[in-house]
């Protein structure tokens, strides 16, 4: 299961308690992704956003003539997205959906992007969401997830190493490709994470994490 109770994300999407509203959620696609995207790395076809928040890293990437289907947990965020959408006619698919159990997408996606889904997730749940994604995923999909590094300041999920991500990865039917340094950009959502971060309440900064392209090996047996 997630760190958090079932219910907190959606609180934290409506801006119910402490945090106000997300600080994961700034309002553009993370430039982890965009640059992976320029750099031609992102492949094209049927691409999940899982744990697609309110829908950014999706819009962007079905403004640029790829299809797009983005999942979540949170219905507020997926409301959220839908709108987005709708405002900027853009033909991307948001539904609510449990990660570890995608069961209704089996063998859709050329791709998957994972950006600060898997580390908030405990380690069973891991398993079973990287086994979820492998499941909906063709042969030879391409997984990228970013991750919050084990060098990142604690004011909430603990981050990863690189060898924890490649045993989870490897674990579950992904072969890792390349495992790259990157920042993930939040939002500093008030003092006291200011005063960890070194920064201002409002301020966008950018923490450690990692940036792991993996391509989906066959499941046993096929």
Do not use: I
Not at 85 to 106: K, N, Y
Not at 143 to 164: I, Q, W
Not at 182 to 196: D, F, S, Y
């Amino acid at each position: 299961m997630s760190a958090f109770p079932p219910d907190w994300f959606d609180a934290v999407y409506r801006g119910e308690g402490p945090l106000g509203l997300p600080p994961w959620d700034v309002g553009t696609p993370q430039p982890a992704f965009v640059r992976l995207y320029e750099r031609g790395e992102l492949r094209s076809g049927r691409v999940l956003d899982a744990g697609c928040g309110t829908g950014d890293l999706a819009l962007y990437l079905a403004g640029h003539v790829v299809e797009v289907v983005g999942c979540d947990l949170s219905p507020t965020a997926v409301e959220l997205a839908r709108r987005k959408a709708a405002s900027r006619a853009l033909p991307v698919r948001f539904e609510v959906a449990d990660l570890t159990a995608l069961t209704r997408f089996a063998g859709w996606f050329d791709a998957v992007v994972d950006c600060g889904a898997l580390h908030v997730l405990d380690a069973p749940a891991r398993h079973r969401y990287l086994r979820s994604l492998h499941e909906v995923s063709l042969r030879d999909a391409t997984l990228h997830v970013l991750a919050l590094s084990a060098d990142a300041p604690r004011f909430g999920p603990e981050g990863l190493s690189r060898e924890a991500l490649a045993t989870e990865l490897t674990a579950t039917g992904w072969r890792v490709r390349h495992t790259d340094k990157e920042t993930l950009l939040e939002r500093v959502p008030n003092e006291a994470v200011g005063r960890v971060l070194g920064a201002t309440p409002g301020d966008l900064v950018e923490v450690p994490a990692w940036l792991v392209t993996a391509t989906r090996e066959p499941a046993a047996g096929g």
